[in-house]
């Protein structure tokens, strides 16, 4: 009887620690485990989880943005399918290339030794050099406060932007 209840509790436990958020020291840890680079996530990182099926769910902060080679903007929470060497169906994650903010859909590293990552960022795979995410990045909130909906900051909220309302705008 004792085996089966030491043997029940510690399958309770397994269960219970899949589901767990972990700190930002350790998701770093997790994505060199997993072949990748650390520095793909930014360093203030509130919490994670990854559940049974290596769905990846990072909390940071609040949206933020840095930079790689192009500027990058990160959601309040990514998320992506971790696999060895990927993050695959990345959410919450953007690319600004010529002027346009693009998501990115999915990261790799084929090959470590190549010292390439690759970025899909839908109309292109883009190749940066792993060089570039050795070290988790500074994020910094995005600059003129682009998290908040400027309709509402400017008291414009639940009102129509029909012509002869913007006309009344503009006379005052």
Not at 63 to 84: E, G, I, Q
Not at 111 to 117: A, L, M
Not at 126 to 131: D, E, H
Request: glycine residues 8%; aromatic residues 8%.
């Amino acid at each position: 009887m004792g085996i089966r209840f030491t043997a029940f509790l510690s399958l309770l436990l397994m269960i219970s620690l899949s589901s767990l958020s972990f700190t930002s020291a350790s998701v770093h840890e997790l994505l060199k485990s997993r072949g990748l680079p650390a520095g793909l996530i930014p360093r203030d990182v509130k919490s994670y989880t990854l559940d049974e099926n290596d769905i990846l769910e990072v909390f940071l902060n609040g949206p933020c943005l840095t930079k790689y080679d192009t500027p990058v903007k990160f959601d309040s929470v990514v998320r992506a399918n971790l696999s060895y060497g990927g993050l695959i169906g990345v959410v919450g994650l953007s690319q600004e290339e010529l002027f346009l903010w693009l998501p990115v859909i999915d990261i790799i590293v084929d090959d470590p030794k190549s010292g390439v990552i690759l970025f899909d960022i839908g109309l292109a795979h883009k190749q940066l050099s792993l060089s570039l995410f050795e070290e988790p990045p500074e994020c910094n909130p995005p600059p003129g406060g682009l998290t908040r909906n400027v309709r509402i900051d400017k008291g414009y909220e639940g009102q129509s932007d029909s012509p002869s309302r913007l006309f009344a705008i503009q006379k005052k």
